[in-house]
């Protein structure tokens, strides 16, 4: 396998996805693109903008985004690159969620939490998109702290809209009671990191986290790849 994946890269070496530049094996951003991105920061401020989004949400004890995320930036690009059109490529989100659990584990965000929930999608989206770009997050996060994942207890029951262009309000009722949880009993008391793609209002978070208020007992985080800036 190794052999052939260096035969591979000599008549096909890997590049970067939005500029074309040399990358080493298994890369997917070159590091001056790398270098461009708008991190937010997070895991060494005080000052937290994430966490102001569920303030009047006692259960969840942290919050945090790695990158600003804005129309036809960079980060937008990448992030387009990874989810949508027929050539998706999943691992961008992948390599951007691992890269950032690399840079925040000095920090104690990762700290004290059991499991990471990725944000599902309905079962009708995961089949025409063929995977779901917030378990490939997770999955990466996982690698790196180690913390195991799990996409059994949540479930996405509604097919809802796409959100792009919907205001604040249309956005909250668009997710509302779309999501169910499956037998909560097994992670009584547990401290449950929620992962999703890009965070904008946080309505998608606010209904997954009201229908895990069935998991007695227990303490959330958020972790979004991307906060609309």
């Known amino acids: 396998m190794f052999r052939f994946r260096a035969i591979l890269d000599v008549f096909f070496p890997p590049v970067c996805v939005h500029c ?30 994430t966490e102001d989004f569920f303030a009047d949400m ?6 945090g985004t790695f990158l600003f995320y804005k129309k036809q930036s ?90 792009a262009a919907m205001s604040g309000v249309q956005r909250q009722q668009n997710v509302e009671d779309i999501f169910v949880v499956n037998h909560p009993e097994e992670l009584y008391r547990k401290h449950i990191l929620l992962v999703d793609d890009v965070m904008t209002t946080g309505s998608t978070f606010r209904s997954c986290l009201s229908a895990m208020k069935a998991f007695r007992g227990c303490r959330f985080s958020i972790f979004a790849l991307a906060k609309a800036h």
């Open 58 to 63: 006692p259960q969840v004890v942290e919050a």
């Open 20 to 49: 074309g530049a040399p990358v080493a094996q298994e890369g997917m951003v070159c590091p001056s693109c790398m270098d461009r991105l708008h991190r937010t920061q997070q895991a060494t401020l005080r000052e937290n903008i």
């Open 74 to 163: 960079l980060e937008a690009q990448l992030l387009y690159q990874a989810k949508y059109g027929r050539s998706a490529r999943p691992q961008i989100a992948y390599y951007l969620a691992r890269q950032a659990a690399q840079e925040w584990l000095n920090s104690d965000f990762w700290d004290g939490i059991d499991v990471i929930i990725p944000v599902p999608l309905h079962r009708r989206r995961f089949r025409q998109r063929g995977f779901n770009q917030s378990e490939w997050i997770a999955r990466a996060l996982s690698e790196v702290t180690h913390i195991p994942v799990d996409t059994t207890h949540v479930t996405r029951v509604v097919n809802n809209p796409h959100q």
